[in-house]
């Protein structure tokens, strides 16, 4: 059975913010393709590792950390307080998204996807979508966004989901919309749309901080309850 940090086995220490931009170099984070045996632990390692240097950057970790991996929620990260946040990660994205992605690997090469119909579409060949107007593109990404996050309020629910001190759900944005968005104003609909969505949801769990990260960049941060307010330093 291989072990997820390497040689660290399941659980990984940092000391300092060096320590953790070295040990995080070091561990493998690539992630193959849908076609060469992608795994959802090549995900979260990728994930793990964005999160990770991001909170570093804007220095919201607090050292020595310690990252537990688990399976509900994905991680434990504890720092020299006993402070725990549980960060559980997903991916957000259509299934027809993801089924034409799939199919784009094995195309020839200069085929390409469509942006809006999910069509592949072979060298030669003429686009058929009919584009986007204004902001079209962040009106549709809002849902698929939200319908990720209501999934995993289910999965938080469950009995067998470990709570922490502080609950986090980092979502990888893989939706066919991403590339197109504007992140500023996509945010600003999402937060108009996520505080009324988590209120009517049936669930007495909730997680307290969604973070958004697409390709190596970090979309943004929205809190939902006042503990997210005790994560100045993790």
């Excluded at 040689?7 to 070091?26: A, M, P, V």
């Excluded at 809006?116 to 579409?121: A, S």
Aim: aromatic share 8%.
């Amino acid at each position: 059975m291989s072990r997820f940090f390497g040689e660290h086995g399941d659980r990984i220490k940092f000391y300092d913010s060096n320590d953790l931009t070295i040990k995080l170099s070091q561990l493998d984070c690539t992630v193959p393709g849908r076609t060469k045996g992608r795994t959802s632990a090549h995900r979260e390692r990728y994930c793990l590792k964005l999160y990770l240097l991001h909170q570093a950057k804007l220095r919201l970790l607090k050292f020595p950390l310690r990252v537990t991996k688990t399976e509900a929620p994905d991680f434990i990260i504890s720092n020299a307080q006993n402070l725990r946040t549980g960060l559980e990660i997903t991916e957000a994205g259509t299934e027809e998204y993801q089924r034409a992605m799939t199919e784009l690997e094995k195309s020839p090469v200069g085929t390409v996807l469509e942006s809006g119909t999910n069509k592949l579409v072979k060298k030669g060949e003429r686009l058929i979508g009919e584009g986007w107007n204004g902001d079209s593109v962040e009106r549709e990404w809002v849902p698929v966004i939200i319908r990720a996050i209501v999934n995993k309020f289910s999965s938080l629910n469950k009995q067998h989901f470990q709570l922490a001190e502080i609950n986090e759900l980092l979502i990888y944005d893989n939706s066919h919309l991403a590339v197109m968005l504007d992140f500023n104003k996509a945010l600003s609909f999402l937060r108009a749309n996520i505080l009324e969505v988590v209120t009517d949801v049936n669930f007495k769990k909730k997680f307290h901080i969604i973070s958004i990260i697409h390709s190596q960049d970090y979309l943004g941060i929205i809190s939902l309850g006042d503990k997210a307010n005790r994560k100045n330093k993790i």
